[in-house]
T-cell receptor, first 114, second 112 residues
């Protein structure tokens, strides 16, 4: 049981390049999330998917797109990277079976845009 | 709207000191409240939670009580250890399937 996995762990891009951050969970959770973490800003929600086949914008969606490929996988795409997107990106999934309400986070992707 | 405000850090304590990290919230309705912890180089993990007024969440010696009258959920620990050094996030979920709303986090450093 690997939990939530993210690839890559580190990435350096030049302004204007594109890339996709991958996320997968093996816990059969319906809901998945993408956050970015910046110093002094806490975690800000980019996009989320309440269930397979649905996606919704969070607090800071501009410059990003997402795909909920299936129940396990939720990817985040930067079409044209900008220095303002330099951040640490976390994927999470949510267990809400019974009285449980726990979000499980991946280890993060540290992205630098030059 | 929904929001969480927590005390700014960093907080530096000596081992065995008493810890309080303040958290207050604004929400419509009756949210569930959470504390998440992030150890260096890792993702966040749930520390404790409370789902209704006067509930006390506890885990690993940490406690927090859901106070509706003061809209607060302060995190406490009686005797901190060096291994408690981390960033602590207070969060709320208002209802059903809405996403968590996080505070900005409080960095705790415990020195031996």
């Amino acid at each position: 049981n690997a939990g939530v996995t993210q690839t890559p762990k580190f990435q350096v891009l030049k302004t204007g390049q594109s890339m996709t951050l991958q996320c997968a969970q093996d816990m059969n959770h319906n809901s998945m999330y993408w956050y970015r973490q910046d110093p002094g800003m806490g975690l800000r929600l980019i996009y989320y998917s309440a269930s397979e086949g649905t996606t919704d914008k969070g607090e800071v969606p501009n410059g990003y797109n997402v795909s909920r490929l299936n129940k396990r996988e939720f990817s985040l795409r930067l079409e044209s990277a900008a220095p303002s997107q330099t951040s640490v990106y976390f994927c999470a999934s949510r267990d809400r079976e019974g009285s449980t309400d726990t979000q499980y986070f991946g280890p993060g992707t540290r992205l630098t845009v030059l | 709207g929904n929001s969480v405000t927590q005390m700014e850090g960093p907080v530096t304590l000596s081992e065995e000191a008493f810890l309080t990290i303040n958290c207050t919230y604004t929400a419509t309705g009756y949210p569930s409240l959470f504390w998440y912890v992030q150890y260096p180089g890792e993702g966040l993990q749930l520390l404790l939670k409370a789902t209704k007024a006067d509930d006390k969440g506890s885990n690993k010696g940490f406690e927090a009580t859901y106070r509706k009258e003061t809209t607060s959920f302060h995190l406490e620990k009686g005797s901190v250890q060096v291994s408690d050094s981390a960033v602590y996030f207070c969060a709320l979920r208002n209802s059903g399937n809405t996403p968590l709303v996080f505070g900005k986090g409080t960095r705790l450093s415990v020195i031996a």
